[in-house]
């Protein structure tokens, strides 16, 4: 059990990965500059197996944080596709930010929980 | 171009991995997985191990030993002529040869450094 506990959670490979520490808040309210990562995102995301969807929490119009902002994630068919996207994209820089990728919990990205 | 339609604009990805550009070069990376230079390498481990652990070299039982020569002293007055001291001759022997072949194969290698390199002439 406490073993278990040690293991990081983006050692267990998942379908879905994270990328953290790539686009701030600023650069998402911009609806141009939104629709430019998601491109930039799904492009990259393609070299490396089926992209089956591309998320970017965008922040609330009110200008209230939500959660996951900042955060990119990438949905593969496969954990084949996610695993060469994580080794791939890790430590890539993006607009100067260097991209930490981690796999992510398949059941909370499906209840469109990206606070993890 | 500056029409909204169809924008043509730099990705904000960087262009490649600066990791890439700290890789090993191909020959050292592959020459580790060289076959050969695995076999060497675990014999050179071997012996040196065996060489270091003070345990008797020659183990062969009492029976099939050939009667023992007259003894032969070196100057310093340590017999020289003795099984021991040959099967550490002889491992000593090996070991540098295999060094030898591994420089040959990998010019980076770092000889221990009590290796000395055969010398052309005697």
Redesign the interface.
């Known amino acids: 059990q406490r073993f278990m506990l040690l293991q990081p959670p983006s050692s267990v490979a998942t379908k879905v990965v994270c990328l953290t520490q790539v686009v701030t808040a600023d650069e998402l309210r911009d609806d141009t500059e939104y629709d430019d990562i998601l491109e930039d995102m799904r492009l990259e995301g393609e070299k490396f197996g089926a992209l089956v969807n591309v998320i970017i929490p965008r922040p609330r119009p009110d200008g209230e944080l939500a959660p996951g902002v900042g955060k990119v994630f990438l949905e593969y068919a496969d954990t084949d596709g996610s695993t060469k996207a994580r080794t791939g994209l890790n430590g890539r820089k993006f607009g100067g930010n260097q991209v930490v990728a981690v796999f992510y919990p398949e059941d909370k990205f499906g209840q469109r929980d990206y606070e993890g | 171009e500056t029409g909204s339609g169809t924008?043509k604009?730099k990705?904000?990805?960087?262009d490649e991995?600066?990791?890439q550009a700290i890789q090993l070069p191909d020959f050292m990376g592959g020459i580790e997985f060289d076959p050969e230079i695995q076999a060497l390498n675990s014999r050179l481990l071997e012996i040196s191990r065996m060489l270091s652990s003070g345990l008797p070299l020659d183990d062969r039982p009492e029976g099939a030993r050939s009667p023992s020569p007259e003894p032969i002293y070196d100057n310093m007055g340590i017999r020289i002529n003795t099984r021991e001291f040959r099967a550490r001759e002889r491992l000593n022997k090996e070991r540098q040869e295999i060094i030898a072949q591994i420089i040959k194969r990998n010019p980076a290698f770092k000889p221990p450094a009590d290796y000395r390199p055969p010398k052309l002439h005697k």
């Open positions: 924008r604009r990705s904000r990805w960087a991995e600066p990791k």
